[in-house]
Nanobody
Framework: QVQLVESGGGSVQAEGSLRLSCAAS??????MDWYRQASGKEREFVAG????????YYADSVKGRFTISRDNAKNTVYLQMNNLKPEDTAIYYC??????????WGQGTQVTVSS
């Protein structure tokens, strides 16, 4: 059974930091991503990382503030979020692509940034 379990969300004041984790199980995953969805808006890409960690991708809105990383031994991907802004408030979702087959989504974790 494939599972993606996010954790680390919460409430923080602007300019604060949070670290999200996504623990994956049940498959071997290649690329893993973080997406987010703010209330009333479409889900958007935040950051992605290839399996070997050698290539990362970021949305322009988070470049320089967020860092994605992964630990393949723990099947976990992280999102370090610094200098958070109120506009970062959203539900953050882990997204994973297995080496073969369909992609998977986690259940999401809420991040709330107050000004």
């Amino acid at each position: 059974q494939v599972q993606l379990v996010e954790s680390g969300g919460g409430s923080v004041q602007a300019e604060g930091s949070l670290r999200l984790s996504c623990a994956a199980s049940g498959r071997t995953f290649g690329r893993m991503d973080w997406y987010r969805q703010a209330s009333g808006k479409e889900r958007e890409f935040v950051a992605g990382i290839l399996r070997d960690g050698g290539k990362t991708y970021y949305a322009d809105s988070v470049k320089g503030r967020f860092t994605i990383s992964r630990d393949n031994a723990k099947n976990t991907v992280y999102l370090q979020m610094n200098n958070l802004k109120p506009e970062d408030t959203a539900i953050y979702y882990c997204h994973a692509l297995p080496l073969i087959g369909y992609d998977y989504w986690g259940q999401g974790t809420q991040v709330t940034v107050s000004s």
